[in-house]
C-alpha cells in the first residue's frame, strides 16, 4: 500500500470521522437547510399578513443560522475530507477522481450559500418597504443554494453504497445517478426540515417573549413537521428498497440491536409515534407543550439521525466503496495480487518488507496497523470492535484459520490479503496483543 | 540498482488506480487562480483580527473612542471575509488532492493529528470572534474581557497557517519524510515554512492596508458616512499597507533563499521562463511599494487604482511563482515514476 496512516488506539479511525460527520449531518441539516426553509417561510409569512413578530422571529433564527453554519457547519464540513484524507485517503482520493466535476461544482454553490447568506443577514435593516421582498427572495435563493449543497454531495455518499452502473462504466454520470441518490435525498430533505422543527422548538419555546407570535411560529412548526414526516416515510421505503440484499440484511445488526428485533421495530415505531405525536401536539395546542418535552424530542431526534449515519456506514462493509474498495483501503482487484506477491512487498510505509522467523510480531503489527485499523482496535470504546474483549481466549492457531475464512464466515469482513506467513503472522500478534492488553488492563485494576 | 534503492527508501506513493479526471495543466491553471482568490480572504481575515485587536487596545490605551470604532468595523469585516475564505478553499483543496495525491496525501497524513486538530481550533476561533463581534456594545465596560474573546481568537487563527504551511512543505520534499514528528517539530525539519510564513504574514496586512484605503474611499462616498472614520480607515490603512508591502523586501529574499538550491537556480538563469516571472514579479512589486509611498504623500484616485492593479497583478504573479516552485520541487520525482516495490522481482 502507498501511504502512510495516523492511529487513533481507543477512539478508532471510524470514530474519528463519525464524530465529525454527524455532527455536520446535524448542523447542516437543521440549520442550514431546514432551518432556512422555517426561516424564510416565517419572513414571508409575517410580510404577508403584516405581522412583524414573525419577522423578528425569523430574523433571530438567522442570527443563529449564520453563527452556526458558518463554524461548526462549515468546519465540520471541511472536517469530514480532512479526516478522511488522513483516515481514508485511498477511499476520499478516488471518490474525488469520480466526482471531480461535482466537487467542482459544489464549491461553486458553496460560495454562492455563503454569499447569499451574509447578505440576508446583513440587509435585515436595509431591505424593508418596497425592497423586503428582495430580502425574501435571497432567502428563498439562499434554501435553494443550501439544498443544492446537499442534492450535490448525497451522490458522492449514495454511491459510496450503492455505485450501480459506474462499476462497470466508470462514468461520471452513471456514479452521480446511482440508484440510492434520488431517494436518498428527498427523504432527507424532508428529515432535515423534520430536524429543524425538533432543535428549533425548545428555543423558540424558551426565547420568543410575545406569545401570540410564539404560538403562531410554533403551529406553523408542527405543520412543517407533519408534511415532513409524510413524504419521509414513501421516500425513505423507496431508499430502503434500492439498497443492496446484503447491506439490508445488516441493518438491525448495525444498529446494535442483533437478536433483540422486535426492540428494533419497537423503538423506530415509537420514534415516528413521538414525531407525529409532537406534530399534532404543535398544531393543536402550541402552549401546552412543555419545554422539557420538546427538549427531550430535540435529543431523541439527533440521536436518531446519529443513528440512522452510523447504521448507513455499517451496512456498506465490508466496502467503503461497494464492490469496488474495502474499508480497509484496498481495491477489490487487488487482493489476489496482495496473497500470491505479500502485502507487506507490496507496502511503503510500514517498515517490514517481509515476514521472517524473527520479525513476527513486528511484521503482525505492521499488518493490522494497515489491514483491520480501519475498523478495529486493541483496546477501544467500541468492545465489539476491540480485540482485546472479542479474541482474548484465542491462540495463534484458531486465529489464523479463522482469519483465512474470515470473509465466507462474516460477509460483512474483507478478506485478508496477503500471504499465508503473513496471515500467520497476523494471527500471532493478535492473539499476543488482545492478551497483552487485557493483562495490562487486569493489572491496572488491582 | 541504484533507482531501485531510491525508490525503496523514499516511500513516494504510485499513482491511484483511477485517472485524473480531466487535463493537468488546466487543472493547474484553476489550482492558481482558484487559491489566489481563497488567500485573499485568509488574508482579510487574518490581518482584520489582528489589526482589530491592535485598534481596540490602542483605543483602551489612548481613551481615543475613534480606534474602538475602527477596530469594532475591523471585527465586522473579519466576520464575513472568514465564512468567504472557508468555501473558497474548497477549489484548491480538491484539486490539490487530485494533481497531486502522490505528495499532498503523504504530507497531510504525517501531521496527520494537527491536520484534524484544525478542525476544532478554527471552529473555535471563529466563535471567539463572534462573540468579539455580537458582543462590542454589550461589553463596554468590560473592555479586558472583550479584547481576551479578540486576542484568543486571533492567535488562533495565526496558527493556521503553520499547519497549512508545514503541510504543503512538506509535500515538496519525500527525501525529507519522516513519521511522527510534531507540528512544531516538523515546522522546523522542512527548511521553508518559518520563511513562508514570515511571507505570508507580511503579505495578509499589506492587502488589508490597501484594502482598508479602498473601504475608507468607499465610506467617504456614502452620504451617511462620518467623515472622521472613513479617514481614519484610508489614513491607517496606507500606513499598513506601504509598510508591510516594504517589509517583503526583506521577507521574499529570506524565502528565495532558504529553496533548495536546484530549484532556485532555476529562478537565476537555469530557466528562462521562471527567470523571466520572477523578474516581473519583483518589477511589479517594486511598483507596488513606489506607487504606494506615493499614494500616502498625495492621495490620488489614478494612484489608487495604480496600487490596486499593481496588487492584483503582483498576488497573480505570487500565484504563479510559488507553483512554479512547487512543480520545480516536484520534477524530479514526478519525472521518474517510482518504482512499484512489487517490480523488484522482474
Given amino acids: ?446 | 540498482m541504484i533507482e531501485v534503492l531510491t525508490a525503496q527508501s523514499i516511500p513516494v506513493p504510485g499513482e491511484l488506480e483511477l485517472a485524473i479526471p480531466g487535463d493537468v495543466g488546466f487543472f493547474k491553471v484553476l489550482f492558481v487562480v482558484s487559491f489566489i482568490l481563497h488567500i485573499v480572504f485568509v488574508n482579510l481575515t487574518v490581518a482584520g483580527g489582528i489589526l482589530a485587536v491592535f485598534n481596540e487596545w490602542r483605543g483602551m490605551r489612548t481613551g481615543k473612542e475613534q480606534y474602538d470604532r475602527l477596530a469594532r468595523e475591523l471585527s465586522v469585516q473579519t466576520s464575513t471575509h472568514k465564512s468567504l475564505a472557508v468555501v473558497l478553499g474548497v477549489a484548491p483543496l480538491l484539486i490539490i488532492s487530485v494533481i497531486y495525491t502522490r505528495f499532498f496525501y503523504v504530507s497531510t497524513i504525517l501531521v496527520g493529528k494537527a491536520w484534524l486538530m484544525l478542525i476544532a481550533i478554527i471552529t473555535i476561533a471563529f466563535l471567539l470572534l463572534y462573540v468579539y463581534k455580537f458582543t462590542w456594545d454589550r461589553w463596554m465596560e468590560k473592555k479586558g474581557l472583550h479584547l481576551f474573546f479578540g486576542i484568543g481568537g486571533t492567535l488562533l487563527l495565526l496558527y493556521v497557517p503553520l499547519v497549512f504551511l508545514t503541510n504543503i512543505s512538506a509535500m515538496l520534499q519525500p527525501e525529507l519524510w519522516v513519521e511522527g514528528q510534531s507540528i512544531f517539530a516538523a515546522s522546523f525539519h522542512y527548511p521553508t515554512v518559518w520563511q513562508r510564513y514570515l511571507h505570508f504574514l507580511f503579505a495578509t496586512l499589506a492587502i488589508m492596508g490597501l484594502y482598508l484605503v479602498l473601504l475608507g474611499n468607499r465610506r467617504s462616498r456614502r452620504a451617511d458616512h462620518n467623515a472622521e472614520d472613513s479617514r481614519m480607515l484610508i489614513d491607517f490603512g496606507k500606513r499598513v499597507a506601504f509598510l508591510f508591502t516594504t517589509l517583503q523586501v526583506v521577507a521574499g529574499p529570506i524565502l528565495f533563499f532558504s529553496l533548495k538550491g536546484q530549484v532556485r537556480q532555476g529562478f537565476l538563469g537555469g530557466s528562462a521562463l521562471q527567470t523571466v516571472l520572477l523578474s516581473v514579479a519583483l518589477l511589479l512589486a517594486i511598483g507596488l511599494i513606489v506607487t504606494l509611498y506615493l499614494y500616502k504623500k498625495k492621495e490620488s484616485v489614478s494612484l489608487l487604482r495604480g496600487a490596486l492593479a499593481l496588487l492584483i497583478l503582483v498576488a497573480g504573479a505570487m500565484g504563479w511563482l510559488r507553483h512554479e516552485v512547487r512543480d520545480a520541487y516536484l520534477k524530479p520525482y514526478q519525472a521518474a515514476e517510482t518504482i512499484e516495490p512489487a517490480a523488484e522481482k522482474i
Fill in chain 1, 1 to 446: 500500500m502507498e501511504f502512510p496512516s495516523v492511529e487513533f488506539p481507543w477512539l478508532g479511525s471510524g470514530t474519528v470521522v463519525a464524530i465529525i460527520a454527524i455532527l455536520h449531518v446535524v448542523v447542516n441539516h437543521a440549520f442550514a437547510i431546514g432551518g432556512s426553509v422555517l426561516m424564510v417561510a416565517l419572513e414571508y409569512k409575517g410580510w404577508k399578513r403584516n405581522k412583524p413578530g414573525l419577522d423578528q422571529v425569523a430574523r433571530k433564527m438567522s442570527k443563529w443560522i449564520l453563527i452556526i453554519t458558518t463554524t461548526v457547519g462549515a468546519l465540520t464540513g471541511v472536517g469530514i475530507w480532512f479526516s478522511t484524507t488522513v483516515i481514508q485517503p485511498y477511499a476520499i482520493g478516488s471518490l474525488l477522481r469520480v466526482f471531480f466535476w461535482a466537487w467542482f461544482t459544489e464549491w461553486i454553490v458553496f460560495v454562492t450559500e455563503v454569499s447569499l447568506l451574509l447578505l440576508y443577514f446583513y440587509t435585515w435593516d436595509k431591505w424593508t418597504g418596497r425592497k423586503k421582498i428582495w430580502h425574501i427572495r435571497t432567502g428563498i435563493a439562499l434554501s435553494v443554494a443550501s439544498w443544492l449543497t446537499m442534492a450535490i454531495i448525497t451522490a458522492v455518499l449514495a454511491a459510496m453504497l450503492t455505485p450501480g452502473q459506474w462499476i462497470e462504466t466508470r462514468s461520471f454520470w452513471d456514479a452521480v445517478a446511482n440508484p440510492t441518490w434520488l431517494p436518498s435525498l428527498l427523504f432527507r430533505t424532508f428529515v432535515a426540515i423534520a430536524l429543524a422543527v425538533a432543535l428549533f422548538t425548545p428555543f423558540i419555546k424558551k426565547f420568543a417573549v410575545d406569545e401570540p407570535v410564539k404560538f403562531d411560529v410554533l403551529k406553523d412548526f408542527g405543520k412543517w413537521m407533519l408534511v415532513s414526516i409524510c413524504f419521509m416515510l414513501p421516500f425513505g421505503a423507496w431508499y430502503v428498497s434500492n439498497l443492496p440484499e446484503k447491506a439490508l440484511n445488516l441493518v438491525v445488526w448495525a444498529s446494535g440491536l442483533q437478536g433483540k428485533e422486535l426492540w428494533f421495530q419497537v423503538i423506530n415505531f415509537s420514534a415516528l409515534v413521538i414525531m407525529l405525536i409532537m406534530a399534532i401536539w404543535l398544531i393543536s395546542r402550541p402552549q401546552k407543550i412543555p419545554f422539557a418535552a420538546s427538549a427531550l424530542v430535540a435529543f431523541a431526534s439527533i440521536g436518531l439521525i446519529g443513528e440512522f449515519e452510523m447504521v448507513r456506514e455499517t451496512i456498506r462493509k465490508p466496502y467503503v466503496i461497494y464492490d469496488y474498495m474495502y474499508a480497509n483501503g484496498i481495491r477489490v482487484d487487488q487482493v489476489e495480487q496482495f496473497q500470491k506477491e505479500g502485502f507487506l512487498p507490496n507496502s511503503k510505509w510500514l517498515g517490514v518488507r517481509e515476514v521472517t522467523a524473527g520479525n513476527m510480531d513486528e511484521a503482525g503489527k505492521a499488518l493490522f496497523k494497515a489491514q483491520c485499523t480501519a475498523c478495529h482496535t486493541i483496546d477501544g470504546w467500541r468492545s465489539k470492535r476491540a480485540f482485546a474483549s472479542r479474541i482474548q481466549n484465542w491462540n495463534a492457531e484458531q486465529l489464523d484459520s479463522y482469519i483465512k475464512n474470515l470473509h465466507d464466515a462474516r460477509y460483512f469482513m474483507p478478506p485478508f490479503a496477503g500471504t499465508d506467513e503473513e496471515r500467520k503472522a497476523l494471527a500471532e500478534y493478535l492473539a499476543k496483543a488482545s492478551k497483552g492488553s487485557q493483562g495490562e488492563l487486569a493489572g491496572e485494576g488491582k
